[in-house]
């Protein structure tokens, strides 16, 4: 691979200072004079009909300046609209009915939160209460309470795949396995709760302060449900505390009530989530369970492949709708099938809704594979690795599903954790209840199908020069904790030859800066990554014609590198980028040098790039409590090259983190769909003192799609944990693992 400057440093994350001295501003942060607080009324029941609001005590009390529910509101059903209406199921606020026990159903507008407290304390709201549903065995009964009217048989979505001749595959093989595993909830628990700043002023413009991963599709919803023109609806994103998908969905009913109450008041209104709130009425990960057949040779090739999986949806879709697909992508991933079918369900429950959270359905399934993986290697007598090794992908290969897999193979990764873990010295040769094993993955660069039909382009950005000699990015990309930011800025700096503190960054900012989708599907590497190169190009190209006239040089002849100007084979006329660039703004009259970039996928059907990764973690069990003790986990995925090895670095262990947790410990638990634990002192998870060591393996390829060969890192690299975790823990006690969390009482019981 190339060297570079910039691409390849470990360079700090831009906004690390701002975060750590607590200036950096957050959506709960901001204040405006007259400023009013809201708040939101919630269903206490799982599902009823509303016979009545009553909301004139509210009304009356001192300090409130205004009430709305659902008759205040269009009626207007928001959702993912690629899917069509159907899938757009969720009013802001209930207009007639409510689906779980956190549903919206008023909102007021006060002087000061406790005045607003005691307002909702004062709407009156009469129920007509209606049976309920828990489980997805329960709503697909016939005769099951219907949830939806859209869909019968409580279904919110069902996809099918069929690919290659499975019959054929399986009696072709040696040897078959049918399992079946089940995963559970996981709750997103940014340190940031969901917050938000709408103010409509004197001209209608409403301007939304918000956190959330998806700027552009939160301007978009707000349009739509207030039915009000898109460039009436700016959008400014502050400092994110954490989203990891609970905040990609597009618009809450927080943003949409903050809107009405600013227009009805004429005041700004801020409304921010408590913690209870968070748990209760933003998103999970989905409860999925997973059956699955494999037929593989007598020397381990996978034939075939047959998967059902039904997701607990809860109430209403949100990003859902495309889980259960992605069940059934990334089940192709990371190992060569010889055919595939799969049925996925997503079923409506009366539970809290379930949708789209780091993984994106990965971790799940990956974990039911990778189980069965281990035990079909045991059958076979086959060391794991050596399975995995046989079956993996590689470059060149294309899936069943049509996946392209240009660079990179989970073969590289594999010898990369085993040797650095010793894996070959510990296999088997542990004392009692310690144990060792292996997790892998594979997972997508950005989702190819435009989840936003309305939005022209994946992403977009702009490089301009300023009058300083620096140059300033304007990007709508969302940095939610992740480091985009300081990513995209190397990528500017590298293309046009400046050192990193020549470079200057706009957020998004929907009046201002291009359109980029947003942060999710581990895509901003990728698509802005790709948008801003671009557009660091154009401005280059610009330059150089400038500097060819300044300098009275050819421009193919010119070249900037590391901060300076250089003319080939006139070393006497080196002088510094900063100099000459207040030079051509001074020429030009302050006319703006500008360079834009667009980045739309090749293949709109499938994705960019692949990455894939594993993991080994050893493991020590006490076999009386079940207490699992992590001793070391050996980390590695296939990012592509490093723009930011610091980064990489991050993103690897903070997705151990993650999975630690859901994997030992974290779980909403619900009692008749009432989250039993919402909060941090009920719900736990891992803290320093949890986390082991943690090796990272690093392995690098070249991707052709990627920009200056990077691919993703973010999302893929959670996938191994839960499964080499479990791997572990069953070689430690000599126990297979079906389902998680890896409770104490699922580790000791008979």
């Given at each position: 691979?190339?060297?570079?400057?910039?691409v390849?440093?470990?360079?700090?994350r831009t906004?690390?200072l701002a975060?750590?001295?607590?200036?950096?501003?957050y959506?709960?942060?901001?204040?405006?004079?007259?400023?009013?607080?809201?708040?939101?009324?919630?269903?206490?029941?799982?599902h009823?009909?509303i016979?009545?609001?009553?909301?004139s005590?509210?009304?009356?009390?001192?300090?409130?300046?205004?009430?709305?529910t659902?008759?205040?509101t269009?009626?207007?059903?928001?959702?993912?609209p690629?899917?069509?209406?159907?899938h757009?199921?969720?009013?802001?606020?209930?207009?007639?009915?409510?689906?779980?026990?956190?549903?919206?159903?008023?909102?007021?507008?006060?002087?000061?939160?406790?005045?607003?407290e005691?307002?909702l304390?004062?709407?009156?709201?009469?129920?007509?209460?209606?049976?309920?549903?828990?489980?997805?065995?329960e709503?697909?009964?016939?005769?099951?309470?219907?949830?939806?009217?859209?869909?019968?048989?409580?279904i919110?979505?069902?996809?099918?795949?069929d690919?290659?001749?499975?019959?054929?595959?399986f009696?072709d093989?040696?040897?078959?396995?049918?399992?079946?595993?089940?995963?559970?909830?996981q709750a997103?628990?940014?340190?940031?709760?969901?917050?938000?700043l709408?103010?409509?002023?004197?001209?209608g413009?409403?301007t939304i302060?918000?956190s959330?991963q998806?700027?552009?599709?939160?301007?978009?919803?707000?349009?739509l449900?207030?039915?009000?023109?898109?460039?009436?609806?700016?959008?400014?994103?502050?400092?994110?505390?954490?989203?990891?998908?609970?905040?990609?969905d597009?618009?809450?009913?927080?943003?949409?009530?903050a809107a009405?109450?600013s227009k009805?008041?004429g005041?700004?209104?801020?409304?921010?989530?408590s913690?209870?709130?968070?748990?209760?009425a933003?998103?999970?990960r989905?409860?999925?369970?997973?059956?699955?057949?494999t037929?593989?040779?007598k020397?381990?090739?996978?034939?075939?492949?047959?998967?059902?999986?039904?997701?607990?949806?809860?109430?209403?879709?949100?990003?859902?709708?495309?889980?259960?697909?992605?069940c059934?992508?990334?089940?192709?991933?990371?190992?060569r099938?010889g055919?595939?079918?799969?049925?996925?369900?997503?079923?409506?429950?009366?539970?809290?809704?379930?949708?789209a959270?780091r993984?994106?359905?990965?971790?799940?399934?990956?974990?039911?594979?990778?189980?069965?993986?281990?035990?079909l290697?045991?059958?076979?007598?086959?060391?794991?690795l050596?399975?995995?090794?046989?079956?993996?992908?590689?470059t060149?290969?294309?899936?069943?599903?049509?996946?392209?897999?240009?660079?990179?193979s989970?073969?590289?990764?594999?010898?990369?954790?085993?040797?650095k873990?010793?894996?070959?010295?510990?296999?088997?040769k542990?004392?009692?209840?310690?144990?060792?094993?292996?997790?892998?993955s594979?997972?997508?660069?950005?989702?190819?199908?435009?989840?936003?039909?309305?939005?022209?382009?994946?992403?977009?950005?702009?490089?301009?020069?300023?009058?300083d000699?620096?140059?300033?990015?304007?990007?709508?990309?969302?940095?939610?904790?992740q480091g985009?930011?300081?990513?995209?800025?190397?990528?500017?700096?590298?293309?046009?030859?400046?050192?990193?503190a020549?470079?200057?960054?706009?957020?998004a900012?929907?009046?201002?800066?291009p359109v980029?989708?947003g942060n999710?599907?581990?895509?901003?590497?990728m698509?802005?990554g790709?948008?801003?190169?671009?557009?660091?190009?154009?401005l280059?190209?610009?330059?150089?014609?400038?500097?060819?006239?300044?300098?009275?040089?050819?421009?193919?002849?010119?070249?900037?590198?590391?901060g300076?100007?250089?003319?080939?084979?006139?070393?006497d006329?080196t002088?510094?980028?900063?100099?000459?660039a207040?030079?051509?703004?001074?020429?030009?009259?302050g006319?703006p040098?500008?360079g834009?970039?667009?980045?739309?996928?090749?293949d709109?059907i499938?994705?960019?790039?692949?990455g894939?990764?594993?993991?080994?973690?050893?493991?020590?069990?006490?076999?009386e409590?079940?207490?699992?003790t992590?001793?070391d986990?050996?980390?590695?995925?296939d990012?592509?090259?490093?723009?930011?090895?610091?980064?990489?670095?991050?993103?690897?262990?903070?997705?151990?983190?993650?999975?630690?947790?859901?994997?030992?410990?974290?779980?909403?638990?619900?009692?008749?769909?009432?989250?039993?634990?919402?909060?941090?002192?009920?719900?736990?998870?891992?803290?320093?003192?949890?986390?082991?060591?943690v090796?990272?393996?690093?392995?690098?390829?070249?991707d052709?799609e990627g920009?200056?060969?990077?691919?993703?890192?973010g999302?893929?690299?959670?996938?191994?944990?839960a499964p080499s975790?479990?791997?572990?823990v069953?070689n430690?006690?000599?126990?297979?693992i079906?389902?998680?969390p890896l409770t104490?009482?699922?580790?000791?019981?008979?």
């Amino acid at each position: 691979m190339g060297q570079y400057s910039i691409v390849g440093q470990r360079l700090p994350r831009t906004d690390g200072l701002a975060k750590v001295t607590g200036q950096g501003m957050y959506a709960g942060d901001f204040t405006m004079p007259g400023m009013l607080r809201g708040k939101i009324l919630r269903s206490p029941l799982p599902h009823a009909r509303i016979l009545r609001v009553d909301t004139s005590r509210a009304e009356r009390l001192p300090g409130v300046k205004a009430v709305i529910t659902g008759r205040d509101t269009l009626g207007v059903k928001f959702g993912a609209p690629r899917f069509g209406p159907k899938h757009m199921d969720e009013h802001a606020l209930a207009m007639d009915r409510v689906r779980y026990i956190g549903d919206e159903v008023a909102a007021v507008a006060a002087i000061d939160e406790d005045v607003a407290e005691e307002a909702l304390r004062l709407i009156d709201v009469e129920y007509e209460e209606l049976p309920a549903v828990f489980s997805p065995d329960e709503a697909l009964l016939p005769g099951a309470p219907q949830i939806h009217a859209h869909a019968p048989g409580n279904i919110s979505r069902r996809i099918v795949f069929d690919l290659g001749d499975v019959e054929k595959g399986f009696a072709d093989s040696y040897h078959i396995r049918e399992d079946r595993f089940s995963t559970h909830g996981q709750a997103h628990a940014p340190m940031e709760p969901h917050a938000c700043l709408a103010h409509f002023d004197a001209s209608g413009k409403l301007t939304i302060w918000t956190s959330t991963q998806v700027p552009y599709y939160v301007k978009n919803d707000l349009a739509l449900t207030l039915g009000m023109p898109a460039t009436a609806v700016r959008v400014i994103l502050p400092l994110i505390g954490g989203g990891f998908g609970g905040k990609a969905d597009g618009m809450y009913a927080l943003e949409f009530c903050a809107a009405l109450l600013s227009k009805k008041t004429g005041r700004p209104v801020q409304i921010v989530y408590s913690r209870e709130e968070v748990f209760v009425a933003t998103r999970r990960r989905h409860p999925i369970t997973i059956q699955l057949k494999t037929g593989v040779s007598k020397d381990g090739a996978i034939l075939a492949r047959q998967a059902k999986c039904v997701l607990d949806g809860g109430a209403y879709n949100g990003l859902g709708v495309v889980t259960v697909v992605l069940c059934g992508y990334l089940l192709n991933l990371p190992y060569r099938l010889g055919s595939f079918k799969y049925e996925g369900l997503r079923v409506y429950t009366n539970n809290p809704i379930s949708a789209a959270m780091r993984g994106h359905g990965a971790p799940q399934v990956h974990f039911a594979s990778e189980m069965q993986m281990d035990r079909l290697a045991e059958d076979l007598g086959m060391d794991p690795l050596e399975i995995r090794i046989k079956n993996g992908l590689r470059t060149g290969d294309v899936t069943l599903n049509g996946f392209h897999i240009n660079s990179g193979s989970l073969e590289e990764c594999i010898r990369a954790v085993a040797e650095k873990s010793g894996w070959q010295e510990k296999r088997g040769k542990l004392p009692p209840n310690r144990g060792i094993g292996i997790g892998c993955s594979g997972f997508y660069s950005g989702a190819s199908y435009r989840l936003r039909p309305d939005l022209p382009v994946y992403s977009a950005a702009i490089v301009k020069l300023n009058e300083d000699g620096s140059v300033q990015l304007l990007s709508g990309a969302t940095d939610s904790g992740q480091g985009c930011d300081t990513l995209l800025m190397q990528i500017v700096a590298e293309e046009i030859g400046l050192s990193f503190a020549d470079v200057r960054l706009t957020r998004a900012d929907t009046d201002i800066t291009p359109v980029d989708l947003g942060n999710f599907s581990s895509r901003e590497t990728m698509y802005a990554g790709n948008a801003t190169r671009s557009a660091a190009a154009d401005l280059k190209q610009k330059l150089l014609v400038e500097l060819s006239n300044l300098l009275e040089a050819n421009a193919d002849d010119i070249e900037i590198r590391e901060g300076k100007v250089f003319v080939k084979g006139s070393a006497d006329r080196t002088k510094p980028f900063r100099d000459l660039a207040h030079a051509i703004y001074l020429r030009r009259l302050g006319k703006p040098l500008v360079g834009e970039g667009t980045y739309d996928p090749p293949d709109k059907i499938n994705y960019p790039a692949y990455g894939f990764g594993a993991h080994v973690t050893e493991v020590e069990v006490d076999p009386e409590s079940g207490e699992v003790t992590l001793l070391d986990v050996v980390s590695t995925h296939d990012c592509g090259r490093a723009i930011n090895p610091l980064a990489v670095e991050g993103q690897l262990e903070g997705s151990v983190h993650m999975a630690l947790g859901w994997t030992l410990m974290e779980d909403v638990t619900l009692e008749e769909g009432r989250v039993m634990n919402p909060s941090f002192l009920d719900y736990k998870i891992p803290t320093a003192l949890e986390m082991p060591p943690v090796t990272i393996a690093h392995v690098e390829t070249d991707d052709p799609e990627g920009p200056f060969g990077a691919k993703e890192v973010g999302e893929g690299a959670l996938c191994p944990i839960a499964p080499s975790v479990a791997s572990a823990v069953g070689n430690a006690i000599g126990k297979k693992i079906d389902c998680l969390p890896l409770t104490g009482a699922q580790i000791t019981r008979k």
